[in-house]
């Protein structure tokens, strides 16, 4: 009854938040300003806008990427679906012009977030590359009739985005999908598919979740794999597109990323809340920026979450040689020709330093001048693929290696 009960809070909300977004507009309109500079105005407007910020969406946000700088001058980018399934859409972000460049696919996580949370990264490679991401579709929309979707399925489409990609393409895996990007790169390597990547890079993934583990570690081996179906899968309300089907809500996991960081998100919007009564709009700005990203939430399908909890950070399947994609044992040592850089950050507390390189060990044909391995220094797990750091530090290395295997 746990998304029933979540759905009957939405619902009972909705006069509110409807209230405050209509009021919002009305207390800051120009034409009121004796009204408007009234302390008592500005903060009852605050308020409201602290309370739609607030709020829990269940749909993707823009991309928001219209153009790009790339060599020197500002180039139109125009989104296009290459290849769409119940569970996703390959998306291009087709530059104006034609040239050619790398190909370019950013495996996204599957994580209670969207796509668009990898915005910045993206953006950032547009800049040399002709880049596509995999869009993974809200499962609360997904009917029934299309089936399960769990972590065979979640590799299988790796490699069917590859193939529509066509060969000497590219994949950068960012965080929990490193270790499905890896075993579909393996299979590749193995069966020699003309689309297998020509190189893959891993950013802050749990490849070995053994090595110096994190308190998100931890709390999935706390609990037996039964606890997890029990207390956190629930079923969609009917009145969604995915009415029945069995998931890991996505407000589920946004309330414990939250609690994770409690006071620091406590404090965000104690100061968003002072910025907007101070008339500080572009400070407020980003904290409403990052937030809306933040609060937008997507759906788990439960065979996905329970598989990826019970392998990845319970029995720890690859690096014990034991994963298997549809019965078939995945060997990493199969990759010979595809380049190899992993990523991790020193300060990160969700994915430690060690747990992405050894990806690294378990490619083991791979010659040492086809492995890079980098630390960067003073970020959390956030920094390695997004802001400054990776900008100007990463970003030129993943450049280097991408554009190097070509």
């Known amino acids: ?20 977004r209509m009021s919002v507009p009305v207390l800051r309109d120009p034409r009121f300003d004796a009204i408007a500079a009234h302390a008592p105005t500005r903060e009852t407007a605050a308020a409201f806008e602290v309370l739609q910020l607030a709020e829990v969406t269940h749909r993707r946000p823009p991309w ?51 796509a668009t949370l990898l915005r910045d990264t993206v953006r950032t490679l ?21 089936g399960r979707f769990g972590l065979d399925e979640y590799t299988e489409h790796l490699i069917d985005f590859l193939a529509a990609m066509g060969p000497n393409a590219n994949v950068v895996a960012v ?6 990007a890896l075993a579909a790169v393996a299979l590749m390597s193995e069966d020699q ?20 583990p994190t308190e998100v570690n931890k709390l999935a081996t706390t609990k037996p794999i039964e606890w997890f179906e029990k207390n956190l899968i629930s079923h969609v ?16 996991q946004l309330s414990a990323f939250m609690s994770m960081n409690r006071q620091r998100h406590l404090d965000a919007f104690k100061e968003y809340y002072r910025h907007l009564v101070d008339g500080e709009f572009d400070k407020a700005e980003v904290t409403r920026t990052f937030y809306e990203e933040y609060m937008a939430v997507a759906d788990l399908s439960a065979d996905f979450y329970l598989e990826t909890v019970r392998l990845v950070f319970q029995e720890y399947a690859l690096p014990r040689g034991e994963l298997r994609f549809r019965g078939r044992k995945v060997d990493p040592a199969a990759i010979r020709r595809t380049a ?67």
């Open 64 to 114: 928001h990427i219209d153009s790009v700088a790339s060599k020197g001058e500002e180039v139109p980018v125009s989104e296009e679906a290459v290849l769409t399934t119940p569970f996703a859409t390959l998306l291009r972000f087709r530059k104006a012009g034609g040239a050619r460049e790398p190909k370019v696919l950013v495996v996204a996580p599957m994580s209670g977030h969207f």
């Open 340 to 406: 190899l850089l992993t990523v991790e950050g020193e300060r990160d507390d969700i994915c430690a330093i060690g747990q992405t390189l050894a990806a690294q060990d378990l490619a083991s044909s791979l010659r040492p001048y086809m492995r890079t391995h980098y630390v960067q220094p003073n970020v959390g797990h956030y920094g390695v693929f997004s802001g400054r750091r990776w900008q100007n530090h990463i970003y030129p290395l993943v450049r280097d290696v991408i554009h190097i295997s070509q």
């Open 1 to 20: 009854m746990m998304y029933q009960a979540y759905q009957a809070q939405s619902d009972a909300m909705w006069p509110v938040r409807t209230w405050a």
């Open 237 to 252: 309300p009917w009145r969604h597109g995915g009415g029945g089907r069995r998931v890991y809500p996505g407000f589920v």
């Open 126 to 146: 547009l800049q040399d590359h002709d880049v596509y991401v995999t869009d993974w579709h809200n499962v609360r929309d997904v009917p029934l009739a299309a």
């Open 193 to 212: 598919h003309p689309a297998t990547p020509a190189s893959l890079t891993l950013m802050a993934g749990p490849i070995d979740c053994r090595i110096s």
């Open 175 to 180: 965080c929990q999908p490193c270790v499905a």
